[in-house]
Nanobody, 124 residues
Framework: VQLQASGGGLVQAGGSVRLSCTASGLRFRSNAMGWFRRAPGKDSEFVAAINWNGGRTYYKDSVKGRFTISRDDAKNTVYLQMNSLKPEDTAVYSC??????????????????WGQGTQVTVSS
């Protein structure tokens, strides 16, 4: 199983970035997908998740209204559209897959597979 994240970079505060995570080697349509981030010197934290059929989404409170998670099952890809970015959004963002429909998708330990991170840096 491989999860390949991309789309990070350097952006000014107030700007936008779209992250992508493409999966291979797993039944993508059966998996919930999540995004987590780790800022320098801090613990990893949940950002957003989407269930297996896209019918439910979950967000960290501080990103609600600014970030949108979506999925394209035809492309085995999950996206994280990040708008109105703030310097505190600076982190390494990682995607993850969870095949259990009863998981708490906000919990890092519930996920089965992880991709490498992609750096997002927001300058003030």
């Amino acid at each position: 199983v491989q999860l390949q994240a991309s789309g990070g970079g350097l952006v000014q505060a107030g700007g936008s970035v779209r992250l992508s995570c493409t999966a291979s080697g797993l039944r993508f349509r059966s998996n919930a997908m999540g995004w987590f981030r780790r800022a320098p010197g801090k613990d990893s934290e949940f950002v957003a998740a989407i269930n297996w059929n896209g019918g439910r989404t979950y967000y960290k409170d501080s990103v609600k209204g600014r970030f949108t998670i979506s999925r394209d099952d035809a492309k085995n890809t999950v996206y994280l559209q990040m708008n109105s970015l703030k310097p505190e959004d600076t982190a390494v963002y990682s995607c993850a897959a969870d095949g259990d429909p009863d998981s708490d998708y906000t919990v890092e330990g519930e996920y089965d597979y992880w991709g490498q991170g992609t750096q997002v840096t927001v300058s003030s």
